[in-house]
């Protein structure tokens, strides 16, 4: 079996006695494929590979984020050695709020010590750990890249999820960047799929530039309709993950995914191992992407600086 169906089914029931991962996820399988695939390098980087020496029981919130406490309660009342909470704070403060003794493996891009998630990052405590990446603390370069694009712009527009528990501190860092810019900044929310239209489309009656999404796992598996939409509107716009850019998008800039699902699933195979989550440190991945399409800019009648191009880990042409 492969791709996205491999992660729908578990190998539990034939082999009872190999230990199991209890797998909480915000969306569908399908959506979450290529993040499961790094997952499962880093479980194989650590000894482990799923039917062969572990289990996997898989949970999915398929995009009602409003459900993952209680899938999460339902998760650790099966037979599972340890949760692994993957793609985003939401997850990781359902598995924790769940009450479990199991060992949990997070993985987020915001803060883990500011959302209550650890302790500290060098000394997380009790039974949970896992991996950041700087997806949300980067939403001000967001910005910066966006003026850099649209010097001209007197007012650009920002998106947030009100439901997220990092929209407050982002907009607070963005609305100190926007001054610092000397930019307005228009706030705009979104946090279900229907109102994406409404967003993108007020951007040009708000007189604004450029568009700015914030960091949230909600609209990074959205990116393909996100795309779409502001290639309709001719609206400039930038969000934190490559799959924007690659479906037609003018840019994203953020962590870099792959890697901290890949250490997710290193730091699973080595509780499974034995070693406690206590001792594990929170782990940072402090590599961040810039990503830019050149032909959507030229389609928007924009042109990215020689610097911006040379400085860009992937360009797509």
Do not use: C
């Amino acid at each position: 079996m492969t791709g996205a169906a491999a992660w729908t089914t578990s190998a539990y029931a034939q082999k009872p006695s190999m230990p199991v991962i209890g797998y909480l996820g915000p969306e569908t399988p399908e959506l979450f494929d290529s993040r499961l695939r790094a997952f499962h390098q880093g479980l194989r980087e650590a000894g482990f590979v799923e039917g062969r020496n572990v289990a996997i029981e898989y949970q999915w919130a398929r995009g009602q984020y409003a459900r993952l406490p209680a899938l999460a309660t339902e998760l650790v009342a099966r037979n599972v050695d340890l949760v692994v909470a993957s793609g985003g704070a939401q997850v990781a403060l359902a598995a924790k709020a769940s009450g479990t003794s199991k060992t949990i493996i997070f993985e987020m891009g915001g803060d883990p010590v500011q959302l209550g998630v650890v302790d500290s990052l060098s000394r997380p405590g009790g039974n949970i750990t896992g991996v950041s990446s700087l997806s949300v603390d980067v939403s001000p370069k967001r910005l910066e890249l966006m003026h850099e694009l649209l010097p001209a712009a007197s007012k650009l527009a920002v998106v947030a999820n009100p439901t997220s528990p990092t929209a407050n501190s982002q907009l607070q860092k963005l609305r100190s960047a926007a001054e610092t810019l000397g930019v307005q900044l228009q706030t705009l929310n979104a946090s279900k799929e229907e109102e994406f239209e409404s967003v993108v489309s007020s951007v040009t009656q708000q007189l604004a530039g450029g568009l700015v999404f914030t960091s949230d796992p909600y609209f990074a598996f959205r990116s393909r309709r996100l795309a779409d939409l502001a290639m309709k509107y001719r609206v400039p716009a930038i969000t934190q993950t490559r799959d924007f850019p690659m479906a037609g998008g003018l840019m994203s800039y953020g962590g870099d995914f792959m890697q901290s699902h890949r250490r997710a699933g290193i730091y699973a195979g080595r509780v499974l191992r034995g070693e406690k989550p206590s001792d594990l440190p929170v782990q940072l991945v402090t590599k961040v992407e810039l990503v830019i399409n050149l032909k959507t800019a030229k389609f928007l009648g924009h042109e990215f600086s020689p610097a911006l191009v040379s400085g860009a880990d992937e360009v797509i042409e």
